[in-house]
């Protein structure tokens, strides 16, 4: 992997870093003993060939050679040394982007004078290849989404490109092999657009033009011929614009196919433009263009129709069986000017209506106009929508499910993890945090995928953060998105509550500050850390860290931060008709406390991964500092919290507020406080992800069991019962009786509570990483047995391979098959009691071994192991 990516043709770092990963096969304890890189560009001239490394690192190595050029390919091969007196070596390319602003010979164009109801424009131009082409790079970037073609071939799989970024400080471009494409003799190139998050219906209060009003393309492509000569196509005022078929495309609202408008063959060389404009020259800056550093958003699985039928209402209802992110093709014959609507609901209401009034001032229907002439499908552009249910208007003749296909479209990251157990409740329960995950991380991690909004909510992402990274591969996605986290910070070091700010563009006055979601700096380039072992994020986001800790610290009286406005543990349980006081209100000030300190501590362990000691010391007082103002203002000398909520003992356990002393009676009120409201959670969005943790860490996992296996309302369970596929906005989303929640805040795609995840992977199968040795370097295994389950069984996909945990319960003795990759050492931790022997592959292992807190501790390296114990 270069810079994280296999094989990447658009590269700008001016020293991308270098990582492979070792198959130990069926060997145990391989360990990589030395290392040798050698890198060379396209004309086979040796850059960078240092001497042999003894070091067993693998992962983030800086390229030290000669200066790296613009658009040039380069390949790298590595050779690696074990302690088994093996060799072997691997083989990668990568390509370097456009480093500087004068290598982009384009000019942004636009399409000048535009209708009122900004039909989606085209771009094209006609080219002559006269040589044999050795390679032709096409870099493209928009003010909008773009789709471009050669030749009347869509230009690669990626959609909604360039992504979604902060336009007003950095657009990134896309790079593209489009070798195959360009053909002897004639050709084109074109490109369509539409409004996007840049210039569209956007942001809370469906905002218009956030970003800008324009319209804009930038599209070059390289081409080297293989005498060595070279050409560039790019956009200027030669280049021809239309309209077409897409009449209207807005995120929130749908878009609008018009077939009888369709220029057909309008990408292709013997295309007619005559009729077309000249595109206008845009005096826009090219010094923000930035290479694409994360995975595109691609389309992935597809569903057909299991079943249509007709709501109460009368009306034609298909449902695919999942809610999804994305969008619905299909087949239709009929006459020109029919017209179909297509309408996109999650769920349907008591009576089985189509239910659309949570989705806001959000439309969400897709209008499709035929041009009658046979068979047409019909797809949407520049859109998407959440939904499990499809209505349909207008369709000609007997609608036929089987025509159907919704297909899911999310960012490309690989996936990493896989849960399953014995309990089929928590297999759906997992199902539905991965599909939330899939829905919600579309290029920025949002909140929601179908009202208006679909924000990067901060307080959303960072309670999700370490769960995404065992679902799926984050390392870029996180790595993107932070970037922006950073360059909106507002000057007093408080974030948006949305990343990219989709407020007030930079004003203080679209709100900021809130604790729990400004910590979004500080939480998530941790975990991060955690997960991948790449110091680099932590890097970046230091100073950004470090101000957000100064802004809670400026707003603080006595190192008491108790000002300011906070979203609190957001939508915890309440009861409309409280009367005997069951609501569980946690005080906002505490918990902004609570998370002072938490990001206090997290930037001195930032500081001193990065080796900042003046600031470990700094910020360790300031941390002493922070905690006993907690003390004073919030708990009584026998450590009742003021609080006395679930919220509050789980941040104070988790967060480390109180003495040691005083952690396990308030473990015991946690715990106590949970039997009070029937074995029933009472958190929110910020008590949530660490209530389970909290308890099973001051030994009362018996109880955070109870909680994960409750069906009842409020649980985790409940929704599904209620036949979620998706985890809910809210704990009751769908009540006992039916009805639905408030529509104006009660979505059922929104990923905040399956922050339970990470304490499936971490603790009920027990994979962690070492924090001494991230990235998985090195591993923890240490399975909890609870919940009546029998068997659990979890993959995980670390930097280093796969790393596994399958435990289960045979004839009363404990089982526990472990996979650990090469180049990394593990400690399993086997659950024991009293005098239980351990085995390993039928050898005692109990001599060898330490025994802890009930556990049975093995250091081992890698390979393939099943423990086992007898009574």
Not at 66 to 88: F, I, M, R
Not at 135 to 145: D, K
Not at 669 to 697: K, M, Q, V
Request: proline share 4%.
């Amino acid at each position: 992997m270069t810079e994280n990516l296999p094989n990447p043709i658009s590269i700008d770092a001016v020293a991308p870093r270098f990582s492979w990963q070792l198959d130990g096969g069926q060997a145990r304890n391989v360990m990589q003993t030395a290392y040798q890189i050698k890198v060379t560009d396209d004309a086979k001239h040796t850059v960078w060939a240092p001497a042999k490394v003894n070091s067993d690192q693998s992962m983030y190595i800086y390229y030290q050679g000669s200066p790296l050029k613009s658009g040039e390919k380069y390949t790298w091969q590595v050779k690696v040394w074990d302690n088994h007196g093996k060799s072997s070596q691997g083989t990668a390319t990568f390509r370097m982007g456009l480093l500087k602003a004068d290598d982009w010979k384009a000019q942004w164009i636009g399409p000048g004078q535009e209708e009122a109801s900004r039909p989606s424009p085209l771009f094209r131009k006609g080219f002559i290849v006269n040589k044999k082409v050795k390679t032709a790079i096409a870099y493209i970037t928009a003010h909008s989404l773009y789709e471009a073609h050669i030749n009347g071939k869509r230009v690669g799989d990626a959609y909604l490109t360039p992504g979604y970024t902060s336009y007003n400080k950095r657009i990134q471009y896309q790079a593209y092999d489009v070798t195959n494409l360009v053909q002897p003799g004639a050709n084109a190139a074109g490109a369509s657009l539409g409004s996007g998050w840049y210039r569209g219906i956007y942001g809370i209060g469906t905002r218009h033009e956030i970003y800008g009003k324009d319209i804009a393309l930038l599209m070059q492509i390289n081409i080297t011929y293989t005498d060595g000569s070279t050409a560039t196509i790019a956009t200027d005022d030669t280049w021809k614009t239309s309209t077409g078929e897409v009449r209207y495309a807005e995120i929130y609202m749908g878009s609008t196919i018009d077939a009888r408008m369709e220029q057909k063959g309008w990408s292709t060389a013997g295309f007619n433009d005559s009729n077309w404009k000249n595109a206008v020259i845009g005096n826009y800056p090219k010094d923000i263009l930035i290479a694409t550093v994360n995975e595109p958003v691609k389309k992935h699985e597809t569903f057909k129709a299991i079943k249509l039928f007709t709501t109460p209402k009368g009306e034609k209802v298909i449902d695919f069986g999942q809610n999804l992110v994305g969008w619905v093709k299909f087949n239709v014959r009929g006459k020109a000017g029919d017209k179909i609507v297509i309408s996109h609901a999650e769920v349907l209401d008591k009576e089985g209506n189509f239910y659309t009034d949570n989705l806001r001032d959000a439309k969400c229907q897709n209008t499709f106009i035929l041009k009658g002439e046979g068979m047409e499908t019909c797809e949407p552009q520049f859109t998407w929508q959440g939904f499990r249910y499809i209505r349909i208007e207008g369709y000609p003749g007997d609608i036929k499910p089987e025509d159907f296909t919704a297909t899911a479209v999310y960012s490309d990251m690989p996936p990493t993890g896989t849960f399953a157990c014995s309990n089929p409740l928590i297999n759906q329960l997992q199902h539905n945090i991965q599909w939330g995950q899939k829905g919600n991380f579309l290029d920025i991690p949002t909140d929601c995928p179908q009202r208006d909004e679909r924000l990067g909510w901060t307080g959303d992402a960072q309670v999700f953060s370490r769960t995404a990274t065992f679902n799926m591969n984050v390392h870029n996605f996180f790595t993107k998105w932070l970037k922006d986290v950073s360059l909106d910070q507002f000057s007093d070091g408080s974030l948006p509550h949305v990343i990219p700010d989709a407020f007030d563009n930079g004003k203080p006055t679209g709100g900021g500050g809130s604790a729990g979601w400004s910590d979004a700096t500080t939480i998530i380039p941790w975990n991060m850390y955690l997960a991948y072992g790449d110091k680099q994020i932590l890097e970046n986001q230091y100073n950004s860290m470090k101000a957000w800790v100064g802004f809670m610290k400026s707003r603080s009286h006595n190192n008491l931060w108790n000002t300011g406005s906070h979203f609190g543990d957001w939508l915890f349980y309440t009861r409309n008709d409280d009367n005997d006081g069951t609501a569980a209100i946690t005080s906002k000030y505490l918990i902004a406390q609570c998370f002072y300190a938490h990001s206090t501590q997290l930037l001195i362990n930032a500081a001193k991964v990065l080796g900042k000691t003046e600031d470990v010391e700094t910020y360790t007082k300031l941390l002493a500092d922070i905690k006993d103002a907690y003390m004073r203002e919030y708990v009584t000398p026998n450590g009742l919290i003021s609080s006395d909520t679930q919220t509050a003992y789980a941040e104070a356990l988790e967060f480390d507020m109180l003495p040691e002393n005083l952690r396990a009676q308030a473990a015991d009120r946690l715990e106590a406080n949970i039997r009070r409201y029937g074995n029933h959670l009472t958190t929110g969005f910020l008590g949530t992800p660490y209530l389970c943790d909290a308890l099973s860490r001051y030994g009362h996992a018996d109880a955070a069991f109870r909680l994960l296996l409750q069906e009842n309302y409020p649980s985790w369970l409940y929704p599904i019962k209620m036949g979620a596929t998706t985890i809910w906005e809210r704990w009751d989303g769908i009540k006992p009786d039916g009805t639905l929640e408030v529509p104006s805040m009660n979505s059922y795609n929104h990923y905040a509570y399956g922050a339970i995840g990470d304490w499936m992977y971490r603790t009920v199968a027990g994979i962690d990483t070492k924090i001494e040795q991230p990235g998985y370097k090195g591993i923890t295994i240490k399975p909890t047995v609870g919940g009546k389950l029998t068997d659990v069984a979890a993959n995980y996909e670390t930097p280093y391979g796969k790393a596994s945990s399958h435990w289960k319960i045979e004839n009363g003795n404990f089982v526990l098959d472990v996979v650990i990759p090469a180049n990394t050492t593990a400690t399993v931790y086997v659950p024991t009691k009293g005098d239980s022997a351990v085995t390993e592959s039928g050898k005692p292992v109990t001599k060898a071994a330490d025994q802890i807190d009930g556990f049975t501790a093995v250091n081992i390296g890698s390979g393939t192991y099943h423990f086992s114990t007898t009574n």
